[in-house]
């Protein structure tokens, strides 16, 4: 946990020396209900952590301030979650209170949450719940079944399987289906290059005129120009590409590239794959590298017939069996 801790730390710290950018993600749902607690999963889908620094929703009336508090746990949501405790996995990542409002327009965001330093990992999902300590959370009634409201590998996730709604604090959202009405602000580094391996894919059968192809994905809020690509194989470099060749990277989209030179990869063994970016301006270096390794196996022939006529077990196999030559 301390080491998770950390790593989450250290996100938020480089997030935070380049806030200028922001990534808003909002549903489309019509609010129209109000309940203690509302769940939703929450997807990132990029190869670099991101920072959820505001929630917005529609709150309630009321003469008296008004404290939420939102929640979190690893792994999509996937029926009823049970208790919103730590108990039960979950992580409350931060509390606050706005004003007492007794005019206030419940049909508007409200900003619920600001100022957060929340990071989502790379490649991750997560549980999501917005509570109500003293007040209710407003959410859409009824909504379809699945629902995906992304922008910049940011996805909120509402339907049958994640969206429940349950009462105050303390609370076991087993109500559905009821889904998150509001939208979510992350940070955006100015540059940020992510970058990942396409092929060879594991597993998968490695060729004698094999290819590289990777995914370079811009995740910062400026166009990337003018980036080398790079590709090694067990150390040998196989070859170097630079962006300009295909064209700049606009923010919050992706290329694709296939190095023209092969490798054979068919022989038996472990082969050491490394791509990586040297764009000359990064705010975050720790997705530019990708180094993996990908195992070829042979093909072992099977002895696909047998007649058992002499007895005993087939020519490479050990075991117990016995056998009867006595029955024709």
Known sequence: MRRLWLVLLSSSLLFGKYLEAQIVVATTHSIGWQFGSVTFNLKNSTPTPRILTDLASGVMNSGA????????????????????????????VATQTIPADPILNTATPTDIFSGMSVVIPANSTYGMCVVGVNTNVTFANPIPSLNEFENCGMTIITGDAMSFVGGLSPTNPNISVYGF???????????????????PSSPGCLVANQSVKVRVTNLGANTSTNVPINAEINSVMLGTVNLSGFGPIAPCSFVDYTFPTTVDMSANGNYSVKVYVG??????????????????????????????????????????????????
Do not use: H
Request: a positive charge; hydrophobic letters at 30%.
């Open 279 to 328: 764009p000359p301006t990064d705010n975050n270096r720790v997705n530019d590298t990708v180094s993996v390794t990908r195992t070829n196996f042979a093909f072992i022939p099977l002895p696909y017939s047998e007649n058992f006529e002499a007895g005993g077990i087939p020519p490479g196999y050990t075991g117990n069996a016995s056998y009867n030559t006595s029955i024709r």
């Open 65 to 92: 301030p008004r404290t939420y508090q939102l929640w979190m746990k690893p792994g999509a949501i996937n029926g009823a979650p049970g208790a919103i405790s730590v108990a039960n996995g979950w992580t409350q």
């Open 181 to 199: 009405c509001g939208k979510l602000t992350f940070a955006q580094l100015p540059y940020d290059l992510g970058l990942g391996l396409t092929t």
